[in-house]
């Protein structure tokens, strides 16, 4: 197992920002409320509903909140949402993939298409960019989770693949079929999770310079401001230097 990784940098802007955005709570319940209807509304019973649940509960999203989006499955006016995946090419050579949940597909394509070429990338056609990513499980915990040692520990007994740990925190890799139960496990020894999902994992990461990263980070955040994009990953690798000069 590996340590020290910027992958909160690579997934998008940084892991605060996800806090930020008003429409959070949105895109959230749109997840709850999918995951419910693909499954039963019950999270013990449903791997991909108590992931979307803890996922809002990291986020502090009130549990009326996720109650209500898990009734909305059964609904019977209820929207219809399918899930579509984008792959394109930012700047600097970037590769972004963006997932979405939409009830329109000619609306959110439009949208993805506007967000590339306005702000220095180019939509590409599907599979065009995935092969330089591996679909991977995702676990987050805040460095006072403990330190490497304690959640390397407990991650191995989970059965995770890998953990990457560093002063923002930790990161716990594992194979996507596993995911539920390694952060099930994972919670009795270290408590709930900041975040599990499936990730996007880039193979091989490209350095942004300050004019690139700027461009991108304005591409990124359109992506996220669309209400029917869930997450937008990309390969890209900003340090911490470029970071504080564009946020100066």
Do not use: C
């Not at 910027?6 to 959230?28: E, P, T, Y």
């Not at 599979?127 to 989770?145: D, K, M």
């Amino acid at each position: 197992m590996a340590g020290h990784s910027k992958f909160k940098n690579i997934m998008h802007r940084k892991g605060a920002q996800d806090k930020k955005r008003s429409n959070l709570f949105s895109k959230l319940s749109r997840e709850i409320t999918v995951a419910a209807k693909m499954g039963t509304p019950d999270p013990d019973m449903n791997p991909r509903l108590r992931l979307a649940v803890n996922t809002a509960k990291a986020q502090s999203m009130p549990k009326d909140n996720i109650q209500r989006a898990i009734d909305k499955a059964s609904a019977a006016d209820g929207e219809n949402y399918e899930e579509v995946r984008y792959e394109g090419y930012g700047p600097g050579g970037s590769a972004i993939i963006v997932e979405a949940l939409t009830d329109n597909r000619n609306r959110t394509a439009t949208a993805v298409r506007t967000a590339f070429s306005k702000n220095g990338g180019n939509l590409g056609t599907e599979g065009s960019v995935q092969h330089g990513f591996e679909r991977r499980g995702l676990i987050e915990y805040p460095a006072s989770a403990g330190d490497e040692e304690k959640v390397l520990m407990a991650a191995m007994e989970a059965g995770a693949d890998d953990i990457e740990s560093s002063d923002d925190g930790h990161t716990i890799w594992t194979e996507p079929e596993s995911l539920h139960q390694v952060a099930t496990d994972m919670e009795k020894a270290l408590g709930e999770a900041e975040k599990v999902k499936l990730a996007w994992k880039p193979n091989i990461t490209v350095d942004m310079d300050e004019k690139a990263a700027g461009t991108l980070l304005k591409l990124v955040d359109a992506l996220d401001d669309d209400d029917d994009v869930q997450t937008v990953w990309g390969n890209y690798e900003i340090s911490d230097e470029v970071m504080e000069k564009l946020e100066a």
